[in-house]
């Protein structure tokens, strides 16, 4: 039997710091921070977790995972203060080896104290099978969290190796099968760039300066055991309110300029492009189609709009509707993910040649992260601008969708700018990256 109960928090900016910092250091933390800044959740610890067995299925095993919680749950009165965090797996985990461990088949925590924050309150949520410490969930939460000292500022020394000259000869490898197959519109190719320290990164500063340099964007943070995955991704997969949805098609893009002229003719260059116009078009209307049979009153704008974050700004076409009273958030996301702006078009064609051209496992990156309450309402972001990070190590993923128009060379200026989010978290931490190529 689950038990659970809610108080109201108001906490200075240090104890929100030293709160995070402690929950750094259990084996489950959680973060999701939506863009727009209207919700947030902190997942400390975890009274269960679960991980998918397949991508194709990890959708309905979630939901199932998630059905039976809420059958324990001794009352109904919390459903909307309680939710499970995690994320899902971009595609079913294919190689022998890859850097994700315990991550590869997606990862969900029903946290042991959930910390809410929406426009019109704070809680924290205390959740156990047990029976509660202490009648105070403050007291109960401050013994929970180790006791750490204060997080010591880490130097050190970054190196890098990516592969770019090989990632923009896939690239011209998928533009020729673009231009020669007529069934395929678009593919979107991801690299890597292996960052490693000359000692262990500090997960604390990374989440600072992910608050301190990456606004306006969604923030997410899983923290399993010495792994640490975090995105700063703009990009919303599907929020559902009751039987409200909001989704989004988002594709094409161009640089950022700090002069404000600069920006804004970039912007409207962007906004003029055909071939980053096709590019999202191919989103939009995918979207559209499968997204009919699950919802009524679809409003889908004909124009697109710009998604500024700060190293990058996107074509960006909101969309909502409403469900239709079978379906639910997951069914949501498994008819949505991967869309044509992380997978390709058509998928069955693009998915393949993702898995034969990439040479890293996707992991976490690109696919659904979010969180769903007892009541089923939930946000899903696309975690894109990601890494995952081991102790001296991160590996960082950036990706690009690919047109038959598509210059190989720009692809490969594209997916720098869409390493930079975090790379400035690591070279906040420690100063210069030098690069070996
Ligand atoms: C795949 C990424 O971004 C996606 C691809 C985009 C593009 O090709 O222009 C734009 C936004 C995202 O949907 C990434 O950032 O890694």
Do not use: C
């Given at each position: 039997m689950?038990?659970?109960r809610?108080?109201?928090?108001?906490w200075?900016?240090a104890?929100w710091?030293?709160?995070?910092n402690?929950?750094l250091?259990?084996?489950?933390?959680?973060?999701?921070?939506s863009?727009?800044q209207?919700?947030a959740?902190?997942?400390?610890?975890?009274?269960a977790?679960?991980?998918p067995?397949s991508?194709?299925?990890?959708?309905?095993?979630?939901a199932?995972?998630?059905?039976g919680?809420?059958?324990?749950?001794?009352t109904?009165?919390?459903r909307q203060d309680?939710?499970?965090l995690?994320?899902?797996?971009?595609?079913?985990?294919?190689?022998?080896?890859n850097?994700w461990?315990?991550?590869?088949?997606g990862y969900?925590?029903?946290p042991?104290?959930?910390?809410?924050r929406?426009?019109?309150?704070?809680?924290?949520?205390?959740l156990?099978?047990?029976?509660?410490?202490?009648?105070?969930?403050?007291?109960d939460?401050?013994?929970?969290?180790?006791?750490?000292?204060?997080?010591q500022?880490?130097?050190?020394h970054?190196?890098?190796?990516?592969?770019?000259?090989?990632?923009q000869?896939?690239?011209?490898?998928?533009?020729?099968?673009l231009?020669?197959?007529p069934?395929?519109?678009?593919?979107v190719?991801?690299?890597t760039?292996?960052?490693?320290?000359t000692?262990p990164?500090?997960?604390?500063h990374?989440?600072?300066?992910?608050?301190?340099?990456?606004?306006a964007?969604?923030?997410?943070?899983?923290?399993?055991?010495?792994?640490?995955?975090?995105?700063a991704?703009?990009?919303?997969l599907?929020?559902?309110t009751g039987?409200?949805?909001?989704?989004a098609?988002v594709?094409?893009?161009?640089?950022?300029?700090?002069?404000?002229?600069?920006d804004?003719?970039?912007?409207?260059a962007?906004?003029?492009?055909?071939?980053?116009?096709v590019?999202?078009?191919i989103?939009?209307?995918e979207?559209q189609?499968?997204?009919?049979?699950?919802?009524t009153n679809?409003v889908i704008?004909?124009?697109?709009q710009?998604?500024?974050s700060?190293?990058v700004?996107?074509?960006y076409?909101?969309?909502?509707?409403?469900?239709?009273p079978?379906?639910?958030?997951?069914?949501?996301v498994a008819?949505?993910?991967?869309t044509p702006?992380?997978?390709?078009q058509?998928?069955?064609?693009?998915?393949?040649?993702?898995?034969?051209?990439?040479?890293?496992?996707?992991?976490l990156?690109g696919?659904?992260?979010?969180?769903?309450?007892f009541?089923?309402d939930?946000?899903f972001?696309?975690?894109i601008?990601?890494m995952?990070?081991?102790?001296?190590?991160?590996?960082?993923?950036?990706?690009?969708?690919?047109?038959a128009?598509?210059?190989?060379?720009?692809e490969?200026?594209?997916?720098?700018?869409?390493?930079?989010p975090?790379?400035q978290l690591?070279?906040?931490?420690?100063?210069d990256?030098?690069?070996?190529k």
């Amino acid at each position: 039997m689950l038990q659970a109960r809610k108080t109201a928090i108001s906490w200075t900016q240090a104890q929100w710091q030293d709160f995070e910092n402690r929950g750094l250091q259990l084996e489950h933390y959680a973060v999701f921070e939506s863009a727009d800044q209207q919700a947030a959740w902190y997942g400390f610890g975890a009274v269960a977790t679960f991980t998918p067995t397949s991508a194709t299925t990890a959708f309905q095993e979630v939901a199932t995972w998630l059905a039976g919680l809420q059958q324990e749950l001794a009352t109904t009165a919390l459903r909307q203060d309680l939710a499970i965090l995690g994320g899902f797996a971009f595609t079913t985990f294919s190689q022998q080896h890859n850097a994700w461990g315990d991550l590869a088949n997606g990862y969900f925590i029903l946290p042991r104290f959930l910390v809410k924050r929406t426009s019109t309150e704070t809680a924290l949520v205390e959740l156990t099978r047990n029976n509660f410490a202490s009648d105070d969930s403050l007291v109960d939460f401050e013994k929970f969290l180790p006791m750490v000292a204060a997080v010591q500022v880490t130097n050190g020394h970054l190196n890098s190796t990516e592969q770019a000259a090989v990632w923009q000869q896939a690239v011209q490898q998928v533009v020729q099968r673009l231009q020669t197959d007529p069934h395929l519109q678009k593919v979107v190719l991801a690299r890597t760039l292996q960052v490693t320290n000359t000692q262990p990164f500090s997960n604390a500063h990374l989440l600072r300066a992910l608050r301190q340099t990456q606004t306006a964007v969604y923030h997410l943070v899983l923290k399993v055991a010495d792994q640490l995955f975090i995105s700063a991704t703009p990009e919303r997969l599907v929020a559902v309110t009751g039987k409200r949805l909001a989704t989004a098609a988002v594709a094409g893009t161009a640089a950022r300029a700090a002069d404000l002229q600069v920006d804004t003719a970039l912007g409207a260059a962007l906004l003029h492009d055909q071939k980053n116009r096709v590019e999202q078009q191919i989103v939009v209307q995918e979207i559209q189609r499968r997204l009919q049979p699950l919802v009524t009153n679809l409003v889908i704008p004909a124009q697109p709009q710009l998604l500024k974050s700060q190293q990058v700004q996107h074509l960006y076409t909101p969309i909502t509707a409403q469900l239709r009273p079978t379906v639910d958030l997951f069914k949501v996301v498994a008819a949505l993910h991967p869309t044509p702006a992380l997978g390709g078009q058509p998928s069955v064609s693009a998915l393949p040649l993702i898995r034969q051209l990439e040479s890293e496992y996707r992991g976490l990156f690109g696919a659904p992260f979010g969180y769903v309450t007892f009541a089923g309402d939930g946000e899903f972001a696309v975690a894109i601008r990601s890494m995952l990070v081991q102790q001296r190590q991160a590996l960082l993923f950036a990706g690009a969708g690919i047109v038959a128009a598509s210059q190989p060379a720009a692809e490969v200026r594209e997916t720098a700018l869409k390493f930079q989010p975090m790379l400035q978290l690591l070279q906040q931490q420690v100063g210069d990256i030098s690069n070996e190529k």
